[in-house]
C-alpha cells in the first residue's frame, strides 16, 4: 500500500490503525511513593515548558513562549456504573478513548484522546481531555488540556492518539503521539508540558522521538507508518539511589529509553554524545544504543503501561508489569521483566477478553487507596463503538503468586459501583439468559453493532449472562427501563420489527431505535407479583417467552408475557383453558401478499418470486385466533404477516411453525420462495456497450499490464492465458503476476457509466488488492473495488471516499457476477445480481469524483492498481457501459439473460 494513502488526513483512519492507545502511572520520583500537591485546581495555569532537541540529537534548550488559558470546561457529577464519564457540560455523552491515570496526592486525573468520528475505522480525535475524581463516584471534567491545533509539527489536527501524564518536578508532562509532517508522515512521538494536572499543556515545539529514527531495514514485515505510539513513563529511584525515568511506547514493536532530568530529550545512555538507536535481537543494549527495540513480545499489538508493586510504605518491589493490548481485535495481557531497558521479558498472560464494542482496548493501571486498577475503554454507550469510546473501571485481584486473575467488562465494574444486578424468570420458573458471544471481530462485520443476540430460556451459561441491570430507559421517560446485560455493556433487549426480541448494541442513536431498547414496567399480566414489560416502540406487545425464545407479542398471551424479578415463581403459570389444537387455514406470499401459493407434490409449499425483490411478505392465518406462528424465527400472530429477506441463491426456504394457544406446537411447513427471472423487465436500449471483452482465445483489446511506480502503471510483455469460461468457451486467466488495462480512453462515458463482470478468483488476498481500478493514479483520481470489506474506495485531490460492506462479499473458486455504476458521483456495486449494503461512510463529500472520466490518461483496469497486489484467477464477460444500469438489467445480466456476446 502507497504510504500516502494510508493516512486519510483527518478523515479517514484505517482498521488497521486501531486502538492507539496510551497510559500513565505517576509515583513520587525520590522515594516511590505517590506525589502530593495541590491537585485539583480548576483553572489552568500559565504554562511554560522547556524543550530539547528530540531523540535525533542531544539534549538542549529549547525557548518557550508564555500563552493565556484556555477557560477550562467545569462540570462535576456523579456516577453509579461503568462507565467513569458520562457527559459534558451540554449533556452530550464525551466520547473518549485511550485511557491514561495520574495519582497526584489524594486525587486520580483521568486523561484521554477525545473520539469524534462517525465511521468505523475513522479515528477523529482533536484535543485531550481531563477529569479528576477523589473517590471514583464524583467527577470533575475540565475540557480540553491540549489541542492538536496548537502543535505544530503533526500532519493534521485530529489525531490526538494514546497519552500519558507523568508529575517531575512540580511540572507535568503530557507524552503523545501524531502524525509527523517532519518524519516523512509517519507516527512519532510528543512531549508538552504544563505547571497544573488540568493544564494547558504546551507542546515543546518538536516530536521527542521522530518516526524516522525507530525505522530499521528495508523489508521490515513488522514496520509500518504508526509503530511509533502509544508513550507509557515510568519513574523511580532504584537501589543505589540513582534515579530512573523510563519512556516505552510502541505499535507492533515495542520501543524504550530513558529521558533526561529536563524530561523532554533522551538520555544519551552511553555517553558517546549522541542519541542512537538499536535493536536488541541485533545485539543493542543499553551499553550500546539509547532508544532499545525490544525483541516481539508474543501476539503484541500496542498500548503498553509499564506498572510495578508497592509495600505497605510506598517501596517499588518485584518485576515490572508490561500491560498492552494483544492480538487483533485486542485483547488485555501483561508481561513482566527485572529490567526494563535489558531485561527478558515474560511470555505474556491474559488479563481481558476483547470487549464486546471496541475492536481495540487501552488500559491505566495504578494504585489508589490500597488497592490496584484497571481503566480501559469500550464503545458501550449509545452512538459508540471502536472510534467512539468511553473509560471503564474494574479491580486487579491478585493472586499470591504476583499473577493476576481475569477480569471482565461489567456495568457494574465487578461491584466496584452500587449497581443492581437483577435476574429474571420466565412464568415456567427458567431463568433467562442471553447467548454467550465473544468481542467483536470487526466493525464492520454484520455481527456488529446489533449482533441480535439470542435471549431466552438457555442453559449451561456463565452466571454472568443471566444478570440484568435495569437502567433509566434510552428514551429518559418516567417509568421505563432499558435492561442491560451485566457482562455486556452497552447491550440491551431490544424488540425488533420481525417480532423477535434479542441483545443488541444501541450504535443508532435514533429515537426509534432508542424505543425499542425501551419497556414500561408493569404488575405481571398474568399475576401481579410478577413484572411484565411493555415496548415502547410497540404499544400493546409485550416481552414475552415461547419454547425458550424471546418475543414481543399482544397481550393475548398473558402467561408467557409474564416474569418474576429476583426468584423463580412459588408454582409455574399455565394457560388454563387454552386451546391445544391449531391449523393453517391460509397461507400468502408475495410482496403485496397477494401471490398464490402451491403446494407440491412432497407436501411442500411453494411460491414465485421477482429476483429484484429484497424480501417477500409470509402472511398465515389459522383456526385458533389465540395460538400463533414463527414464520423463520419471526413471531406471528393470526392473520400476521412476516417479511422474509431473500437469499443469494435461487431458493429461499421458509419454515412455518405453527401453535396453539396453550403454547403447544401443532404443525410445521416448509415453504419454498422461487426467484423467476421471467418477472424482470430489463431494457438495455438507453446504455451503449463501449466496450464488451469475450475473451475467446482472443484479448479483445485487453492490455497486459503491470504496477511501475506508484506514479503510473506501465504495459507488460506478457502473453494472455485463458481458461474455461463462465458460460462456456474462454475466459482470461490471471496468474498474479500482472493484469488487464481494459479500456484506456473514458472520455465518452462522462459521469455516468457502468462496469459489468464475472470473476473467479483463486483466492481472496489481504490489503486492498483491487479487482477493479478506474482513473488515474498521478494525478490521483481513482475508484478501487477491492475484495477486502473496504468494498469501494475513491481519492480525488483532497477528498476521500471510502464505503465498507459486511466483511468480504467474495468467494474464492467461485464464478461471481459484479457491476459497478457511477451516476454522478453516486455509486452502486452489485454481487450476484444484489446491491451490496455499504455499512459505513467514512468521506465528507459523499461521492467518487465525478471528474475521473475527464482526465488525461484516465483507464479502466482489472486486477492491478498502481500500488497494491494483483489479482488471480479468472475474468469473463467484460462490459462496460455509458450509463448507470438499473438493478432490473444487472439481473438481466446476472440470470445470463443477456450476455457479452449479444452486445
Same mark, same amino acid.
Given at each position: ?21 496510551? =497510559? ?48 477550562? +470546561?467545569?462540570?462535576?457529577?456523579? $456516577? ?79 489525531? /490526538? ?29 510528543? +512531549? ?28 521490515? =514485515?513488522? /514496520? ?39 524530561? #523532554? ?149 465487578? !461491584? ?39 435471549? !431466552? ?79 415502547? &416502540?410497540?404499544?400493546?406487545?409485550? *416481552? ?39 391449523? *393453517? ?70 419454515? $412455518?411453525?405453527?401453535? &396453539? ?90 459521469? &455516468?457509466?457502468? #462496469? ?128 448507470? *444500469?438499473?438493478?432490473?438489467?444487472? *439481473?438481466?445480466?446476472? /440470470? ?8
Amino acid at each position: 500500500m502507497k504510504d500516502k494513502r494510508m493516512v486519510i488526513a483527518g478523515v479517514l483512519a484505517l482498521v488497521v490503525l486501531l486502538g492507539v492507545i496510551v =497510559a500513565t502511572v505517576n509515583k513520587k520520583p525520590d522515594t516511590g511513593t505517590q506525589t502530593g500537591t495541590e491537585g485539583g485546581t480548576e483553572s489552568a495555569a500559565v504554562t511554560e515548558s522547556t524543550a530539547s532537541a528530540g531523540s535525533t540529537a542531544s539534549a538542549g534548550t529549547a525557548s518557550t513562549e508564555k500563552i493565556e488559558p484556555k477557560a477550562a +470546561v467545569l462540570k462535576e457529577y456523579t $456516577i453509579d456504573s461503568n462507565p467513569l464519564v458520562m457527559d459534558d457540560e451540554n449533556g452530550d455523552v464525551i466520547f473518549c478513548g485511550d485511557p491514561a491515570v495520574l495519582v497526584d496526592g489524594d486525587t486520580v486525573y483521568l486523561y484521554t484522546g477525545h473520539d469524534q468520528g462517525v465511521a468505523a475505522g475513522a479515528y477523529v480525535m482533536p484535543d485531550y481531555l481531563c477529569f479528576s475524581t477523589q473517590d471514583f463516584k464524583t467527577w470533575k471534567y475540565y475540557g480540553q488540556v491540549l489541542d492538536m491545533k496548537d502543535v505544530s509539527w503533526t500532519n493534521d489536527d485530529v489525531s /490526538a492518539w494514546a497519552s500519558q501524564v507523568m508529575r517531575y518536578k512540580d511540572k507535568y508532562y503530557l507524552y503523545f503521539c501524531s502524525w509527523d509532517k517532519t518524519s516523512d508522515g509517519l507516527q512519532s512521538i510528543g +512531549v508538552a508540558v504544563a505547571d497544573n494536572p488540568t493544564g494547558p499543556f504546551t507542546d515543546i515545539g518538536e516530536p521527542l522521538v521522530k518516526g524516522t529514527f525507530t525505522v530499521t531495514k528495508e523489508g521490515d =514485515a513488522t /514496520a509500518s507508518n504508526w509503530n511509533d505510539i502509544d508513550p507509557t513513563a515510568w519513574i523511580e529511584t532504584d537501589e543505589a539511589g540513582e534515579e530512573h525515568r523510563y519512556l516505552m511506547w510502541g505499535n507492533n514493536k515495542l520501543f524504550v529509553c530513558e529521558l533526561n532530568e529536563d524530561m #523532554v530529550s533522551v538520555k544519551d545512555l552511553n555517553g558517546d554524545g549522541e542519541i542512537t538507536f538499536g535493536v536488541e535481537l541485533d545485539g543493542a543494549s543499553s551499553k550500546t544504543a539509547d532508544i532499545i527495540e525490544k525483541p516481539k513480545i508474543t501476539d503484541y499489538a500496542e498500548a503498553p503501561w509499564i506498572y510495578r508493586r508497592q509495600d505497605e510504605n510506598g517501596n517499588y518491589y518485584g518485576d515490572y508489569y508490561i500491560f498492552h493490548a494483544n492480538m487483533f481485535p485486542e485483547t488485555m495481557a501483561y508481561s513482566t521483566t527485572d529490567d526494563l531497558l535489558d531485561g527478558k521479558y515474560s511470555e505474556p498472560q491474559r488479563v481481558m477478553d476483547v470487549t464486546a464494542t471496541s475492536d481495540t482496548n487501552h488500559m491505566a493501571v495504578f494504585d489508589f487507596n490500597g488497592r490496584t486498577w484497571f481503566v480501559y475503554h469500550d464503545g458501550m454507550k449509545q452512538g459508540g463503538f471502536g472510534q467512539r469510546r468511553v473509560p471503564c473501571i474494574a479491580e486487579i485481584k491478585w493472586n499470591d503468586d504476583g499473577s493476576i486473575q481475569m477480569m471482565k467488562e461489567t456495568v457494574s465494574g465487578d !461491584g466496584f459501583f452500587d449497581t443492581e444486578l437483577n435476574t429474571l424468570y420466565s412464568c415456567n420458573g427458567k431463568q433467562l439468559f442471553h447467548d454467550d458471544f465473544s468481542g467483536t471481530t470487526n466493525l464492520s462485520t454484520g455481527e456488529y453493532p446489533t449482533c441480535k443476540v439470542t435471549v !431466552g430460556e438457555l442453559e449451561g451459561l456463565d452466571e454472568g449472562n443471566g444478570q440484568w441491570v435495569m437502567n433509566a430507559s434510552l428514551i429518559k421517560e418516567d417509568g421505563t427501563v432499558s435492561i442491560q446485560a451485566e457482562n455486556k455493556p452497552g447491550f440491551f433487549i431490544t424488540a425488533n420489527d420481525d417480532g423477535t426480541a434479542t441483545l443488541s448494541h444501541p450504535a443508532d442513536v435514533s429515537e426509534d431505535n432508542a424505543k425499542k431498547q425501551s419497556f414500561r414496567m408493569a404488575a405481571g399480566l398474568a399475576d401481579e407479583t410478577g413484572v411484565s414489560f411493555e415496548s415502547v &416502540a410497540y404499544p400493546g406487545k409485550y *416481552l414475552a417467552l415461547f419454547e425458550g425464545s424471546l418475543y414481543i407479542v399482544s397481550d393475548v398471551h398473558k402467561t408467557e408475557a409474564t416474569f418474576f424479578k429476583d426468584a423463580a415463581p412459588a408454582e409455574p403459570l399455565t394457560n388454563e383453558g387454552a386451546s391445544a389444537e391449531n391449523s *393453517l387455514t391460509k397461507l400468502e406470499a408475495g410482496e403485496e401478499e397477494l401471490s398464490e401459493v402451491q403446494k407440491g407434490e412432497d407436501g411442500s409449499y411453494q411460491a414465485a418470486v421477482s429476483p429484484a425483490a429484497d424480501a417477500v411478505k409470509v402472511k398465515v392465518s389459522f383456526s385458533d385466533a389465540e395460538g400463533h406462528a414463527v414464520v423463520n424465527g419471526a413471531f406471528v400472530d393470526n392473520e400476521g404477516s412476516a417479511s422474509v429477506a431473500l437469499e443469494p441463491g435461487e431458493v429461499t426456504p421458509v419454515v $412455518i411453525e405453527i401453535y &396453539a394457544g396453550n403454547g403447544g406446537k401443532t404443525e410445521t411447513f416448509n415453504l419454498e420462495l422461487k426467484k423467476d427471472y421471467s418477472l424482470v423487465a430489463y431494457d438495455f436500449s438507453a446504455f451503449e456497450a463501449v466496450k464488451t471483452l469475450n475473451f475467446e482465445d482472443q484479448d479483445d483489446g485487453a492490455v497486459t499490464t503491470v504496477k511501475g511506480d506508484p506514479a503510473s502503471v506501465k504495459d507488460a510483455d506478457a502473453a494472455l492465458e485463458y481458461t474455461e469460461g463462465v458460460h462456456g468457451g474462454k475466459a482470461a486467466k490471471l496468474s498474479g503476476t500482472y493484469g488487464l488495462k481494459l479500456l484506456g480512453d473514458l472520455s465518452s462515458l462522462g459521469e &455516468a457509466y457502468s #462496469v459489468s463482470y464475472w470473476m473467479n478468483p483463486a483466492k481472496i488476498l489481504g490489503g486492498v488488492d483491487p479487482t477493479l481500478a478506474l482513473g488515474t493514479f498521478t494525478p490521483e483520481y481513482w475508484i478501487n473495488v477491492t475484495h477486502t470489506d473496504r468494498g469501494v474506495w475513491a481519492h480525488a485531490a483532497d477528498s476521500w471516499y471510502d464505503n465498507n460492506t459486511n466483511g468480504s462479499p467474495y468467494k474464492a473458486g467461485e464464478w461471481q457476477h459484479v457491476v459497478l455504476t457511477v451516476d454522478n458521483g453516486k455509486v452502486s456495486l452489485y454481487l450476484n445480481g444484489k446491491a451490496i449494503v455499504f455499512t459505513n461512510r467514512t468521506d465528507s463529500v459523499g461521492e467518487v469524483p465525478t471528474e475521473l472520466t475527464s482526465q488525461e490518461g484516465a483507464a479502466i483496469y482489472f486486477g492491478v492498481n498502481g500500488w497494491d497486489a494483483y489479482f488471480e484467477g479468472a475474468l469473463d464477460e467484460a462490459i462496460i457501459f455509458k450509463g448507470a *444500469l438499473t438493478q432490473n438489467e444487472v *439481473l438481466a445480466l446476472t /440470470a445470463g439473460l443477456k450476455e457479452a456476446k449479444d452486445f
